[in-house]
């Protein structure tokens, strides 16, 4: 079955530490990733996409993330936080057509 | 140019009532696809709709339907709610099979 899993459930950071968070998916067709942002009492936003090319992909608010396809992984890094990077962050997968299959979520905390 | 709009806000239903959330996709969007987000969970894929049709559905019964306009707009209904039909419903829409944009969805409570 297709699924995505996060391996964090509650990070909590203080500011200007790194991040990386851990995604793993069970897919067997062809991969799109995403990492998804959902800031206190906003919508959930796109933080960046791989579809195919350089597995290295940036995207914004200084995030990047690697897909790694030996590891069916696509963690998310960011070098130095900020307070402004509290949010829930979810990976997903593109499973065909555009369904999207999430992961539960990590909830990042980050300390001033 | 507006996002994704959705209504209302926040409901709150009696078990056994039947609910209709709405949406309105991004301008130039095609392709409406439905999300339940329960509380601490990552939001799960009911349907999606284009040309009017139904082209993908989820693991969720059929008391979960929906419609897609002309104008692309989509609606949402569940029939015969449960107490665990409490959670966040999420709208997303794309041009085909593209980016999804999500709006900042209903909040459902079923008492």
């Known amino acids: 079955a297709q699924s995505v899993s996060q391996h964090n459930h509650h990070v909590i950071l203080s500011e200007a530490a790194s991040l990386e968070l851990g995604c793993n998916y069970s897919?067997?067709?062809?991969?799109?990733l995403f990492w998804y942002v959902q800031y206190p009492g906003q919508h959930l936003q796109l933080l960046l996409k791989?579809?195919?090319?350089?597995?290295l992909v940036k995207g914004i608010k200084g995030f990047e993330a690697e897909f790694i396809k030996s590891k069916f992984s696509f963690n998310l890094r960011k070098p130095s936080v900020q307070w402004s990077d509290t949010a829930e962050y979810f990976c997903?997968?593109?499973?065909?057509?555009?369904?999207?299959?999430f992961g539960q979520g990590t909830e990042l905390s980050v300390k001033p | 140019d507006a996002g994704v709009t959705q209504s209302p806000t926040h409901l709150i239903k009696t078990r056994g009532q039947q609910v209709t959330l709405r949406c309105s996709p991004k301008?130039?969007?095609?392709?409406v696809s439905w999300y339940q987000q329960a509380l601490g969970q990552g939001p799960q894929f009911i349907f999606q709709?284009?040309?009017?049709?139904?082209?993908q559905r989820g693991n969720f019964p059929d008391r979960f339907s929906g419609h897609q306009y002309p104008n692309y707009s989509s609606e949402l209904n569940v029939n015969a709610l449960l107490l665990g039909d409490s959670a966040l419903y999420l709208c997303?829409?794309?041009?085909?099979?593209?980016?999804?944009?999500f709006g900042q969805g209903t909040r459902l409570t079923v008492v």
């Open positions: 997303a829409s794309s041009f085909h099979d593209t980016e999804a944009f």
């Open positions: 897919y067997g067709g062809t991969v799109n």
């Open positions: 791989y579809f195919s090319g350089d597995p």
């Open positions: 997903a997968v593109n499973a065909g057509g555009g369904k999207l299959i």
């Open positions: 301008s130039g969007h095609d392709t």
């Open positions: 709709y284009y040309e009017e049709e139904e082209r």
